[in-house]
């Protein structure tokens, strides 16, 4: 993974003696909170229902093993114990005293960590597919890239005070899997017919309050035009972005505003002057930042492992562990291990000190030294041996990892909800325990096979509610907590929303009407038809009627 | 008289920031004596009259306000000025670089308004030479700002080379 130099690492030090000025001026009353605020939002720091919540960038996903022990290590001295995985590689800790986060973030400067631009209106941490460098679909591994964008992100001078937050995703394989088109930017990287590489380059997605599906701006942009090309597109954004209303302000609604032509005209226009210009990226530089991403030193392995076959066949929880948690990989021998942070019980991406441990030494072990954090709130061991994977699996069942149900229905993305969030409209944790209690029978949790459930505990979207196959949201309804079920989202390369069927459900039901709505599946699937399949040959309203009874029925006749 | 911080330094400021009151139209509000510094819709009337005073002119910007409005004339102003009403709205960082890299403007480029201390280094990267800072805010201290990342990544009008292209192995 990338490696700091002396001017990363002075950066971040830097970063850390500016915010530790900025606490001393605001204790000392010569910053207003009104003048903090924006200033600790932009170093991740929000004041939440019970204590500041403290928003850690893992860029692109990439974390070494001595980081994610810096992390345990934070989450033990300032925390409860246990930190949160966010469905943008972040990590959240919700107990700090604001007092200490200098120090959190001088211990994190050391293993070249930090919170920069993790929240505000400013570009956030730059996300891109958990199994870059390692896919067998990948194009080309989009981390050098992400790497550049980083830096050129970091405290831009230009935009720091966008009219609202700002989020780019790079995906370097032919099946999209950073959600691409729903960010203000999401890059597609392709190879041309005679060998150039660019980008597919999209604009104005965004889930949220008024979730929008990007559109294409450009469909193809050389990979040395990005710079330039990303300042074009912030700076018409910058200048015309709306700014009166925060619900109206993502680029998303500009884009709709002017239409996708007009807009791409203006963001051309700027491009004229910009092109070619110093942010023009070098080879040497790509060069000298993709050299940090060279393939570890693989040993030379058969493509199938005779052991790994046997413990399959002698072994019914390992093979089920190996069809869930386990990938292919591009490197014979090799397979990519998913850790799953979603045990029945416990918060959805929510990882102990014990376990940062644990994972860290795993990955010591198994894999290079190097994890990776998905946007559903897992774990990933990229590079593991096939021939070492049983003895990973009973290594992963001891620290609570080796639960085999990526994919599947308790595998849920979730945010933290009203339980932590000042935003939520409801809580989402308990609600998420309950129906994960509820599929807790691993035969029918299989028998209902690839599904995905997303929860967010409100508008802001955090937990992709529209995007889930099955999404649920915390709405507000005269102060009591109630949640809308949408149907037939999905993330990927078609990826699209998903439709509410109907008025919302106090929390107790909530478990009733998702297994109603699974119960309706698999009476009606045919063989070997996906959950989501199964919803685009019958569509929607046959899910209301199952759901609603005979009043949807009348109401969809109508 | 005010206190602008220029060039890094404290200096009292020997312009008048001239600010159409509730009430007050450009092209009847009066114009006081001595180098003054006025809204756009107040040259853009009464240009002529502002040049025959014989005293320096300067013209600030508001948020809605784009360079291009000023782009041909630049070379009539003795400072420009960018006005930001609230230190989060940010379309003056975007003004500041286009008329330093875009229209070539080379005088003085002063933030006005809502400037604090915590955004003087951005500014500075954007091409803003002057400031003057909120009042009540200690502009001794904030000049300490400008040294808050030696080495930044990105090429801006203060360094036009991004740091990958000036980085020593």
């Known amino acids: 993974m990338y490696r ?15 915010f530790r000025d900025q606490v001393a001026r605001w204790k000392a009353g010569d910053l207003t909170d009104d003048e903090f605020r924006p200033l600790r939002l932009q170093n991740g720091l929000y004041v939440q229902r019970h204590a500041p919540m403290f928003r850690i ?109 700002f989020k780019i995703a790079v995906n370097g394989a032919k099946e999209d ?94 491009w004229e002057h910009l092109k070619g210009g110093p942010a023009t990226i070098t080879q040497a530089e790509y060069d000298r930042v993709a050299a940090c991403f060279e393939p570890p030193a693989y040993e030379t392995l058969p493509a199938i ?58 990955a010591d072990d198994y894999s290079f030294g190097e994890l990776r954090v998905t946007h559903e709130q897992n774990l990933v061991l990229a590079d593991v041996e096939q021939r070492r994977l049983f003895d990973l699996w009973q290594e992963a069942k001891v620290a609570g990892f080796a639960t085999p149900n990526i994919g599947l229905l308790t595998d849920m993305i979730c945010c ?37 459930l997303n929860f967010s505990g409100c508008m802001n979207s955090c937990g992709h509610h529209h995007v889930g196959h099955i999404g649920i949201l915390g709405v507000d309804k005269g102060n009591e907590e109630w949640y809308q ?48 399949e199964t919803f685009d040959r019958l569509g929607v309203d046959a899910f209301k009627v199952a759901v609603y009874g005979d009043k949807a029925r009348l109401k969809a006749a109508a | 008289m005010s206190t602008i911080i220029k060039n890094r330094q404290a200096l009292a400021d020997e312009f008048t920031l001239l600010k159409l009151a509730e009430g007050e139209a450009a092209e009847t509000v009066s114009l006081p004596a001595g180098p003054l510094l006025v809204p756009l819709a107040v040259w853009n009337i009464r240009k002529d009259e502002l040049q025959a005073r014989g005293t320096p002119v300067g013209v600030w910007l508001d948020v809605t306000e784009g360079p291009e409005a000023i782009a041909a004339e630049l070379s009539a102003f003795a400072v420009i000025g960018v006005n930001f009403p609230k230190f989060t709205d940010g379309r003056g960082y975007s003004t500041a670089r286009l008329l330093r890299e875009r229209y070539g403007y080379t005088g003085e480029l002063r933030a006005i308004g809502d400037v604090l201390h915590d955004q003087l280094f951005l500014m500075a990267r954007c091409g803003f030479d002057a400031f003057a800072l909120k009042e009540g805010k200690d502009v001794a201290k904030a000049v300490a700002a400008f040294e808050t990342f030696k080495v930044p990544y990105q090429a801006a009008v203060d360094q036009p080379q991004p740091l990958f292209r000036r980085r020593a192995a």
């Open chain 1, 177 to 270: 899997r950073a959600l691409t088109w729903f960010h203000d930017i999401g890059l597609h990287i392709l190879k041309t017919d005679d060998g150039l590489v660019g980008f597919r380059v999209i604009v104005g997605g965004g889930l949220g309050r008024t979730p929008i599906k990007g559109e294409v701006v450009r469909e193809f942009l050389p990979w040395q035009d990005i710079l330039t090309y990303s300042e074009a597109i912030i700076r018409v954004y910058n200048r015309y972005g709306r700014r009166d209303n925060a619900y109206k302000a993502r680029i998303k609604i500009l884009v709709q505003a002017l239409g996708i032509a007009e807009f791409a005209r203006q963001v051309e226009a700027e």
């Open chain 1, 305 to 362: 492992d005779e052991g790994f076959v046997r413990q399959q066949a002698n072994s019914i929880p390992f093979a089920r562990w190996v069809e869930r948690n386990v990938r292919p990989h591009r490197v014979s021998g090799y397979a990519s291990v998913t850790l799953s942070l979603k045990k029945p019980g416990t918060a959805p991406g929510d990882i102990t000190s014990e376990q940062m441990d644990a994972a860290a030494k795993l």
């Open chain 1, 485 to 532: 079920i949408t149907l037939g989202g999905r993330q990927g390369n078609d990826a699209g929303l998903g439709q509410v069927i109907g008025r919302s459900f106090p929390a107790e039901e909530v478990p009733n009407v998702i297994e109603t709505i699974v119960r309706f599946y698999i009476a009606q699937r045919h063989e070997d038809e996906r959950f989501i």
């Open chain 1, 416 to 452: 933290p909800g009203g339980d932590f969030c000042d935003l939520a409209n409801a809580r989402s944790i308990p609600v998420a325990k309950a129906v994960q209690a509820r599929f807790e029978d691993l035969d029918y949790l299989w028998d209902i096979g690839d599904i995905e």
């Open chain 1, 4 to 18: 700091y130099d002396q001017y990363d690492q002075a950066l971040v030090d830097e970063r850390v003696a500016q």
């Open chain 1, 57 to 165: 960038a893992v860029p692109y996903g990439m974390l070494a093993s001595k980081q994610l022990r810096c992390l345990a290590e934070l989450g033990r001295k300032y925390d409860r114990g246990y930190g949160h995985f966010t469905t943008r590689h972040n990590m959240q800790f919700n107990w700090p005293k604001i007092e200490d986060v200098p120090e959190m973030l001088a211990a994190l400067a050391k293993v070249q960590m930090h919170a920069i631009q993790t929240s505000g209106n400013c570009i956030r941490n730059v996300t891109t597919d958990q199994f870059a460098g390692v896919a067998a679909d990948e194009i080309l591994d989009p981390r050098p890239l992400c790497e550049i964008l980083r830096q050129w992100s970091t405290f831009h001078p230009e935009f720091a005070f966008l009219p609202r937050k």
